[in-house]
């Protein structure tokens, strides 16, 4: 004899998915605007160190906070050095972003603090925040090219394994 257990009966039905709210919208403008605080204060600081010495003299953070991503961790101390040489003598390309991130980040702070919460100051802040980080990225690609340029066949195949590799890891659980 086969024994059932009777069904169960429906519960309650599932009140209805509500949209985000205007606090769950503030939030997430909060939350943006602090990580693109948190870059720019590393940008800041990394940039302010290019060429400085031995903080940075090994290290590819620098590199990476002006666009370069993974490149800056394969490329050779060599390379790195030779990029770092390349902004230190244009630095005054990289000087009106460096400013502008700076000054923004200070109008952010500002615009943190204000009630009521003003959206569109914040959306503009922001928009002005991400011209002064694509015209820092711009200049790290123009010195990467220059750079890559400059490199042998052979060492831009070097180059490229190491990437490889390394996204290779990245992949890995």
């Not at 600081?45 to 400085?52: D, E, Q």
């Not at 460096?98 to 959306?123: E, K, N, W």
């Amino acid at each position: 004899m086969v024994e059932t257990t009777p069904p169960t009966p429906p519960g309650p039905p599932a009140p209805p998915r509500r949209s985000a709210g205007r606090g769950v919208k503030i939030a997430l403008a909060l939350s943006l605007a602090a990580n693109l605080l948190i870059i720019g204060v590393i940008s800041g600081a990394a940039l302010g160190r290019i060429g400085s010495g031995p903080v940075d003299a090994d290290g590819p953070m620098g590199l990476r906070a002006i666009g370069l991503g993974p490149l800056a961790f394969v490329l050779d101390r060599e390379d790195r050095a030779a990029l770092r040489a390349r902004l230190t003598a244009d630095r005054s390309r990289l000087q009106p972003d460096l400013r502008g991130l700076g000054r923004s980040m200070q109008q952010v702070s500002t615009a943190l603090r204000a009630d009521p919460f003003d959206r569109a100051a914040m959306s503009d802040l922001l928009r002005q925040q991400r011209g002064h980080v694509q015209g820092l990225q711009t200049e790290g690609h123009r010195v990467l090219l220059d750079q890559l340029q400059d490199m042998t066949p052979e060492a831009r195949a070097a180059l490229a394994d190491r990437l490889q590799r390394r996204m290779r890891q990245n992949r890995s659980p």
